[in-house]
């Protein structure tokens, strides 16, 4: 059965991306303008410097590039028939995320003599607010229209944007791998959006949600990308130096005792005492959500491997138990277990902050130490009701039905916005003449 969209739904995206395209353009030519370090340099001491941050940054860069592009785009692709789909909005996410984070970065942030100045850390802070919108649209994954998605992620830039301001430059919070401005904010924004947009429907099981062996192996692969670059994604705004060295030991260190605790307790909940393709492919990154708020901070190793371990437990038990509760009392749909992945060890990372804050080692005086540690914890607050709160609202905007939502039935098809094709049923048989056998693929229907 052919998958027809309506004229006004096929114009929808290709309207709103062109004239989105065009109005960051007309920004870009008219107040972006490079940084000092990315301009054409004026002497050697300056070659010098642009030099040695582009080699410290842009390695760091690369992995994160290869982080949301490839990795999460794998990860998502565990539903079988949708697959093609979570990768390209997710490409798309990011695109117009970064983009759009930009050109806001410019007019709240960089302003100088007239012009808003580019350079790489900027692009890594626009990156890191796209990384919100992927994962809020993992609440929602299948359920929503490329529309939809694209309209949560305008409304979605500037709240974090706003939110990591009065987070980290407002309160002083420390959080150097996101755990709380990132993790935490984009899990509770897109169970905000998803609560409001599906209203009180009970969460039943679509039919094409179950996971195939071919697709489960796609997200795992997705799964030990995330897991090999981590890293890199909690150390590249670390200051260079100790501080580098120690986010990077902590993170290798949590992510493999998550790995280790989610084989672990996957086996001993499963009534087989078989392991769980979606267990690992969560649970083992775990450790790097938690892990990102202490990172840099003096911590010892062997906090490092509890922390991993107890945040892969929280995703597990998350999974098992946790989701499906809510699921029945408060009819919350989360397709992709993002309260369990990024919520539940966001939430014991921040924690985990406050401790840390208190035990801090140094000449800094008990008053101080208590202060960061009340500031942690009204971080925690902030990010988790402000975005809660925000998510709720833009959730209830998505509901009009200008932005196409999918049909039911239609939900989780790649065919309703792709134009796929298929083999012909039936090869020739052994020997026989492939006369009048169709060798060419032909259109799905």
Same mark, same amino acid.
């Given at each position: 059965?052919?998958l027809?969209?309506?004229a006004?739904t096929?114009?929808l995206?290709? &309207?709103s991306l062109? *004239?989105f395209?065009?109005?960051?353009l007309?920004?870009?030519a &008219?107040?972006?303008?490079y940084d000092e370090h990315s301009?054409?340099?004026t002497n050697?001491? =300056?070659?010098?410097?642009?030099a040695?941050q &582009?080699h ?6 690369? =992995?994160i590039q290869v982080?949301?592009v ?5 990860l998502l692709a565990? *539903? ?5 789909s979570a990768l390209t909005? %997710?490409f798309?996410l990011? %695109?117009?995320s970064a983009q759009?984070?930009l050109m806001?970065?410019g007019l709240l942030h960089h302003?100088q003599?007239g012009?808003a100045v580019l350079?790489l850390?900027s692009?890594?802070?626009a990156?890191?607010a796209a990384v919100?919108?992927?994962i809020?649209?993992?609440?929602v994954?299948?359920r929503?229209s ?6 949560m992620?305008?409304c !979605? ?5 706003a939110?990591?301001? $009065?987070?980290v430059t407002r309160?002083? +919070?420390l959080d150097?791998?996101?755990?709380i401005?990132?993790?935490? /904010? @984009?899990c509770?924004?897109?169970?905000g959006v ?5 209203? %009180? ?12 062996p071919?697709?489960d192996l796609?997200?795992?692969?997705g799964?030990l990308i995330l897991? +090999?670059?981590w890293?890199?994604?909690?150390a ?7 501080a580098?060295? #120690?986010?990077?030991l902590?993170t290798?260190?949590a992510?493999?005792a998550?790995?280790i605790?989610?084989v672990?307790?996957s086996i001993?909940? !499963?009534?087989d005492g078989?392991?769980? @393709?979606?267990?690992l ?6 450790g ?7 990172a =840099?901070m003096?911590?010892?190793?062997? @906090? ?7 945040s892969s437990?929280l995703c597990?038990l998350g999974?098992q /138990? ?8 408060l009819a919350?749909?989360d397709?992709?277990?993002?309260? %369990?992945?990024?919520?539940l060890?966001g939430?014991l990372g921040a924690v985990?902050s +406050? ?7 140094g ?5 101080a130490?208590h202060k960061q540690a009340?500031?942690?914890?009204a971080?925690l ?6 975005? $809660?709160?925000?998510?709720m ?5 998505? #509901?009009?039905?200008?932005?196409a939502?999918?049909?039911?039935p239609?939900c989780?098809?790649?065919a ?5 094709q298929e #083999? ?8 026989g003449?492939?006369e009048g056998?169709?060798l060419?693929?032909?259109e799905?229907e």
């Amino acid at each position: 059965m052919a998958l027809p969209l309506p004229a006004s739904t096929r114009c929808l995206l290709p &309207l709103s991306l062109g *004239l989105f395209q065009a109005a960051l353009l007309l920004f870009f030519a &008219l107040f972006i303008t490079y940084d000092e370090h990315s301009a054409a340099p004026t002497n050697s001491e =300056d070659v010098e410097h642009a030099a040695k941050q &582009l080699h410290s940054t842009f390695p760091f860069f690369q =992995d994160i590039q290869v982080m949301l592009v490839v990795g999460l785009g794998l990860l998502l692709a565990f *539903l079988p028939r949708y697959g093609l789909s979570a990768l390209t909005h %997710n490409f798309l996410l990011l %695109n117009v995320s970064a983009q759009w984070a930009l050109m806001l970065q410019g007019l709240l942030h960089h302003l100088q003599h007239g012009k808003a100045v580019l350079g790489l850390h900027s692009m890594l802070s626009a990156e890191f607010a796209a990384v919100t919108v992927l994962i809020s649209a993992g609440a929602v994954l299948g359920r929503t229209s490329p529309s939809q998605l694209l309209a949560m992620a305008l409304c !979605e830039v500037p709240i974090y944007l706003a939110s990591e301001w $009065l987070i980290v430059t407002r309160l002083g +919070v420390l959080d150097v791998g996101g755990t709380i401005t990132i993790h935490v /904010f @984009a899990c509770y924004f897109g169970l905000g959006v998803s609560k409001t947009l599906f209203g %009180n429907a009970k969460p039943t099981v679509h039919p094409k949600e179950t996971p195939t062996p071919r697709s489960d192996l796609l997200a795992l692969l997705g799964a030990l990308i995330l897991w +090999v670059f981590w890293p890199s994604f909690v150390a590249v705004l670390c200051q260079p130096g100790d501080a580098q060295h #120690r986010a990077i030991l902590h993170t290798l260190l949590a992510l493999s005792a998550s790995t280790i605790t989610t084989v672990l307790i996957s086996i001993l909940l !499963e009534s087989d005492g078989k392991l769980s @393709a979606g267990h690992l492919q969560n649970g083992s990154l775990a450790g790097g959500v938690a892990i990102g708020a202490v990172a =840099d901070m003096h911590i010892t190793p062997a @906090a490092a491997l509890a922390l991993g371990s107890l945040s892969s437990l929280l995703c597990i038990l998350g999974f098992q /138990f946790l989701t499906p509760l809510l699921a029945k009392k408060l009819a919350l749909q989360d397709r992709c277990g993002i309260h %369990n992945l990024h919520g539940l060890p966001g939430i014991l990372g921040a924690v985990a902050s +406050v401790v840390a804050a208190l035990l801090a080692p140094g000449d800094g005086s008990e008053a101080a130490r208590h202060k960061q540690a009340q500031w942690q914890a009204a971080g925690l607050v902030v990010a988790l009701g402000g975005s $809660l709160f925000a998510g709720m609202l833009v959730g209830a905007a998505l #509901r009009l039905p200008c932005l196409a939502p999918p049909p039911e039935p239609l939900c989780f098809e790649d065919a309703l916005y792709f134009k796929l094709q298929e #083999r012909a049923e039936g090869p020739p048989a052994l020997g026989g003449s492939t006369e009048g056998v169709p060798l060419a693929t032909k259109e799905c229907e």
